[in-house]
């Protein structure tokens, strides 16, 4: 995905000369033909994240699209106070896309691992935050949030993803498949996982790719049809949208497993498989865990 | 010094009046009054912006990153006309635009919003890449933080940087009321000059030697003033 969006990036700077790049010496080599295209919307500010966030806060101030990028943990955790006031508390907007999620970068360890991106995204008011299961997707995506006004978002690549694309509606659900034990929400990369670990299971699966605003009306209705035993699935931190769901159900007594990377330094190296396994997210953890939420022995 | 002005404005001498309308917030009241002969300075002699030309792509920005203690700000504001003196009584009150700390989406003439120190620099670092992206070479930008919230590492991140990159068209004033837990060894000036500002230092009381220091040339580099004024509680 990362590579998919320096390419429509690039393509977009040249396309839309109210947008604008903001660099902070991470994928500047990949970024040298709009450096050298648009050198006066092309910035690179060094390893300095902070002053990457404010310089986007303030290049939107001055009427422009901002486009920020570089590594979840740098891209979120480290300048989170200046997307907060610089960028949020000013009423600008701009298009923060990170790269690495939570654990791309296996054999680098914690640092550059960033599981609570979208928990810590999700405590600022009026965020969107998608999260693309495949490089098509993740171009649309962006596509559709630099052209949404000066609206903030957060798009979240991942080099884990489907092996398909799905046609998707920005802000909506998709529905991939109907059933009547459950519904299974399956978020960006997790939907080839999802689809393995249930498929002979009787349930419904839901394909988030816009995850702030929440879709509760598609979820309402795929619960209204199924028993309400609700199963999250989410690449990063496991329960990130158990608020959402509540929420969305505050009507409708139901069941919720939270499913997704477990709140723990876990102090490991290897493959990213090595994680996916660690954290229960491969098809044959998934489908353990799912069944024996749905057995019939359960309440309801 | 402009102690009179026409038409009904207000003047310098109209500053403390208009301030003292405004009361609480005691605990910033030493550093509200560090920046108001700066402030004054900037509005009535070197910023090209007016209440008619407040939202005119063309025109200067003043950024006030240090948004402690306001009052000073809200003060020359309402004398040049940004904004109506009968606010100023209403600060902090639940509905007032005018809060301890500035809000631009609640006050015509705010530039930034502003309180969490250290914000400003870096904000206004955009905002000159962003006007010269445009095409604007007109505007200049302003931005007035404190020494002490020079503390903050990310002005460090803001001053490299525009330091680097020449960015002549930004302008930082530094109140200096040696409010900082630490002063800087060498000099808060030269902070600034050994990433490649042009640097000035001036008494931040002084209008006329303030006036001729704002508007010394600066070619290529980005100008940072340090204006002194007493210390804090003092």
Known sequence: MRTRFIDATTRILDEDPRTALVLADISVDQFAPAFRAHPDRVFNVGIREQLMVGVAGGLALAGLRPIVNTIASFAVERPFEQLKISVA?????????????????????????????????????DWAVYVPGHPDEAEALLRHAVADGDSRAYVRLSE????????????????????????????????????????????????????????????????????PNVVLVEPYLAGTSAAQVAAALEDTPHRLLGLGVANADIRRYGTVDDHVRRHGLDADSLRTRITAYLAPTNPH | MSTTAPNGAHGYADLIPLWSTMTGDEKHTAAATSTLDVLWVLYDRILRVSPSTADDPERDRFLLSKGHGPQAFYAVLAA?????????????????????????NLLAGVEISSGSLGQGLGLAVGVALGLRAAGRTRPHVWVLVGDAELDEGSNDEAIAYAGAIGLDTLHVVVVDNESASYRQHGGLAARFATAGWATADVDGRDHDAMHATFTTAHPGRPFAVVASVEKKDS
């Open chain 1, 89 to 125: 508390h000013q009423g600008s907007g701009i298009v923060l896309v990170s790269h690495g999620a939570s654990y791309d970068y296996s054999s680098s360890g914690r640092t550059h691992q960033a599981p609570g991106d979208v928990a810590l995204i999700g405590t600022l008011p």
């Open chain 1, 160 to 227: 884990q993803a489907n092996a398909h694309a799905r046609a998707l509606v920005p802000g909506r659900f998709d529905t991939v498949r109907t059933g009547r034990a459950g519904v299974v929400l399956a978020v960006g990369p997790m939907l080839d996982a999802v689809l393995e670990a249930t498929a002979d299971l009787d349930v419904t699966v839901l394909y988030a790719t816009t995850v702030r605003p929440f879709d509760a009306d598609t979820l309402v209705a795929a619960v209204g049809g199924a028993r």
């Open chain 2, 80 to 104: 040049k006309g940004f904004l109506d003196p009968t606010a100023l009584a209403n600060i902090a009150a639940f509905d007032s635009a005018l809060g301890f700390h500035p809000d631009r």
